[in-house]
């Protein structure tokens, strides 16, 4: 951090309204299993996972349903006991409303777990066991990004990382699980922030908590305090203090490169509800079938943090909470910044939902779009320090080179520059899109050199076959000629050759 | 007005020889731009352009007797990147493009003839004679050069399916 | 020293190619969509009225005058200019092809346009000795650069506004010029 931000604080990122209590103090509650579930098989950034079981099969809890295919997957295991109903296409939770593959499970009622393979000494394992199990856990980061945790664990044991950070910054608005989760376990966070630094070979680990969580930072201090390797470091509450980015430069003073990772700087950041489904997979052999989820907003009868199984209804988890107050003018899974917002309440929860939010209209502030005023607010606001409206420029023109000239590809879309925009410019929702179209240009990309490919082989393929079919009507020319050579030579002479026509004759 | 004549013919005349000797002397092979052009086409030598083959094609958007806007399958992303490189401005709005297609093959019509088969520039239809065929989505490029040699019109083109995976977030409204 | 940076003011700002005089106004409309082209037409004018003005200084003291020919001013100007500007062309492309990639392709665009073939016509008229006649050319040439690099500038940010239907492409862009004119007149005030 430079002087300036020493003297004067922080001069990147907002302040919003946190709205994180009363949800914050209310008692973690947990779900009963309901009687159908829909487990998502995409549930992780990267490919989607291949169904392991047929349908009729029974399963009992933390069964696995869906192996993980290619190189960036997860597992997924079953959140309760039953039969495997359906497997099919179900809405999948996410503003599109476009289908996804699902497993349905017909919950028998008993939530009996399958047979545990738990670990009392796991500092005697291999590092690579511990990412091994974690992977067979099926764990992901359960921050947001949903990235798999072995993964994880094991490039950062290959790029010798020193310093492993718990992202427990929690800067959403409204979210409280990871506050709740730090309260109320915060020794099996900490163990499993120790058996993380186990498997990357980092050195220490720094719990960066946002300083409105005084009750997180004070049992995270005393579950932490027989540890010297992991120290808890407050940091100002400030949005977005949960980017990985951010995190890293206030905790460390380290800046990651523009096209870098955190790897680049011997960091690696894992968020403290990652640490505890580490914990449960490596002590208890549990894989991830559960989450604390957040449910809050002003239509929400009783908000608070519940304890819900992946697969669960979005519907079911608020009736659960009361059920609502009126029509909810959002409905958004994750937070209010980055969260999205969902067509309809028919969708699954899954590893990555931190939070579902029914916000009334008050809280939505929805006001008409206006010209740009060209005041700079969004440049202040940028966490990365870009330029969000020559950026929104460049894409209204559908000009995305432009866009990526001034800096797209660093966007982390946090949505800061939309949330202090004077004129309500959906910023955020252009970066989106002009993302969402280097995507599709890439894949076009990669698409056309496939064709190419493929359009080789078959070139190939032809004249391979045209060479053999030439070579076979030598061979077999050869053999004629072979073939009436040898009965010219078997034949004694040619008088007794016009004898013999003439016998046959 | 001799003195006009004379000094402005041998003005020309010395300028000419000069520029003449320089054109041999300082001659350049002009880089291949047909290349260029051929890996920006789709490689499929599908033929729909009515030109023999990408090469063929390239060789005719390069001399200019054929527009960049001539290879169907690339769409309007191909038009522009030719043009791109050729330096023309193009207007792309009068090109037709409802978005990157895929054949189907009806399963009720098909009678198991191999004739698309054989016309695939990728491979993409498997089957066997008497057998119905079959597309693979992943490598088929819609170039509908099977659609004209099925005999019962069972192959039929479709636009891509929009997936979670392909789904873009629409561009906001100005305000 | 300060008479010539005052000819370079003079000619740069004061009476500027393409804002006072209204020369090589095609080349400012045309080829300023974008910095880049504009830098690199900028840099290829900037050559040729240098090297026009000297072979036409040469031309009419050497050749004109002595022979009392200075009717065919114009005429032996164009050919003189446009055989060297080609001759230059042919140089570029064959000693330096990323030189030629970035400069070369905007030579043959430039072969005595009106801006090229006027300052060379004026140069002569004000009867400068050989340095300051190319003085004179490069000073033109650099406000023909400025003008085109800060054209192209405002044509960039224009291009991404949000422009009535009748005024997108060419009108908001003679409108913007014109501005600027307004703008470049203002250095007439300038006591040089």
Redesign the interface.
Known sequence: MGLMEKFFGLSWGIHPEDHKRPAADAATRTMPVPERLYVSL?QHLGAPARPAVLVGQKVRKGDKLADPQGAVSAAIHAPTSGTVAAIGEIP?P???G???LAITLDSDGKDEWTELEGCTDPFALEPAEISRRVAAAGVVGLGGATFPSALKLSLSQKSKVSTLIMNGGECEPYLSCDDRLMRDAAADIVDGIRLMLHATGATEALVGIEDNKPEAIAAMTEAARPYAEVSVRPVPARYPMGSEKQLILVLTGKEIPADGRPGDVGVVVHNVGTARAVHEAIRHGRPLVSRLVTVNGACVAQPGNIFVPVGTLVEEVLAFAGGLQGAPARLIMGGPMMGMSLPHARVPVVKGTSGILALDAAQVAER????CIRCASCVRACPIGLLPLEMARH??ASDLKGAVGVGLKDCIACGCCAYVCP?Q??LV??F??AK??M???D??KL??E???K??????D?LEREAREKAEMAARRKAERAAAAAATAATAPTPSSTAVAEGAQA | ML??IL??TV??AI?GL??GI??RL???ATNPIVDELEALL????CGQCGFPGCSGAAAAIADGSAAPTCCPPGGK?VAAALAEKLGLSLDLSGMADDGPKLAVIAEDLCIGCCRCIKS?????ILGAPKQIHNVLKE?C?GCAACVDHCPTEAVLMQPVP???Q?????????? | MSELVLLLISTALVNNVVLIKFLGLCPAMGVSKSMDSALGMGMATTFVLTLASAASWSLEHW?LVP?E?Q??RI??FI??IA?VV??TE??I??AS?GLYQSLGIYLPLITTNCAVLGVALLNVQQGYGFFWSVAYGFGSALGFTLVLMIFAGLRERIALA?VPGAFTGAPIAFVTISLLALAFMGFSGLNV
């Open positions: 995409s999948a996410h503003p599109s476009l289908p996804v008409a779009q206006e010209p894409i209204q004129s410019i959906p929702q252009y989106a899109h969402g179209e995507a599709a240009q894949r076009a698409r056309a496939a064709t190419k493929m359009a080789q082989a078959r070139s393929r | 003195a006009a000094s402005l003005l020309g300028l000069v520029l320089a054109g300082l001659a350049v789709p490689g499929t030598n992303a695939c520039p990728t491979d993409a490598a490029t929009v997936t979670l392909h789904w873009v977030m629409p561009k906001p409204m100005a305000a | 050749l022979m020919l009717f065919l005429l032996t050919l003189v055989s080609q001759f042919m140089f492309k064959k092809p949000r």
